[in-house]
């Protein structure tokens, strides 16, 4: 009954390699996130859906590229993996309108570590 | 555009003594504020929240939050901790952009 889950919760790959991470959240929320925390522990948003529509786009290299194939899904694939893609990602949703905000709930992490 | 800043990078306190872990924000529109906690090698967890109405809110493990308005703060309090309250604390906002927009956090280091 996890709220929001991603997987996998450690990836480890080489450089230059095409990976995924998957994200599915269960809330019946309309708008999911993708966050990647540094070596500092430093939150940093990367993009927003709201019902499968990009609304959010931080400035992230375009190797990286998230897909929502439903609501309760936002996927994250990045192209080309390098050194400094080694993060934490996380998945969070939340029950959004301009009329009303909500906290975001966040999945339990995915420890990306490139060699 | 909205900012937050955890000035304590980290707060080291003896266990039972009381502790704040100041967070102080900018926006030039209504805000939502929140913090979270994040437990070693886990996720982030909602703490406590506040959208409106009453100023000072609660969790449900004893920590509170008093949004200032006229100081942009909300601070984070516990009259007594436990060494089982050590974690990472963000505190984040959310306004106009709907961006929820973290600090840099601050760990609290709880010591027997």
């Known amino acids: 009954d996890t709220a929001v889950s991603q997987t996998p919760k450690y990836l480890v790959t080489q450089m230059g390699n095409d990976k995924s991470i998957k994200c599915e959240q269960n809330?019946?929320?309309?708008?999911m996130y993708w966050y990647k925390q540094d070596s500092k522990k430093f939150l940093k948003i990367m993009f927003s859906?709201?019902?499968?529509?990009?609304?959010i786009n931080e400035t992230v290299p375009n190797r990286f590229s998230p897909k929502s194939p439903d609501k309760a899904h936002l996927n994250l694939h990045i192209n080309s993996l390098e050194l400094g893609d080694s993060a934490v990602y996380f998945c969070?949703?939340?029950?959004?309108?301009?009329?009303?905000?909500?906290?975001?709930?966040f999945g339990q992490g995915t420890r990306l570590t490139v060699v | 555009a909205q900012s937050v800043t955890q000035l304590d990078s980290q707060v080291p306190v003896f266990e039972e003594a009381p502790v704040e872990l100041r967070c102080n924000y900018s926006s030039s529109v209504s805000v939502y504020l929140f913090w979270y906690v994040q437990y070693p090698n886990q996720g982030l967890q909602l703490l406590l929240k506040y959208l409106s109405g009453s100023t000072l809110v609660e969790s449900i493990n004893g920590f509170e939050a008093e949004f200032n308005k006229s100081q942009t703060s909300f601070h984070l309090r516990k009259p007594s901790v436990h060494i089982s309250d050590t974690a990472e604390y963000f505190c984040a906002v959310r306004g106009a952009t709907n961006k929820l927009i973290f600090g840099t956090g601050t760990l609290l280091a709880v010591q027997p």
């Open positions: 809330l019946g929320h309309d708008t």
């Open positions: 969070a949703s939340s029950q959004d309108s301009w009329e009303r905000h909500t906290e975001a709930f």
């Open positions: 859906y709201n019902n499968k529509e990009l609304i």
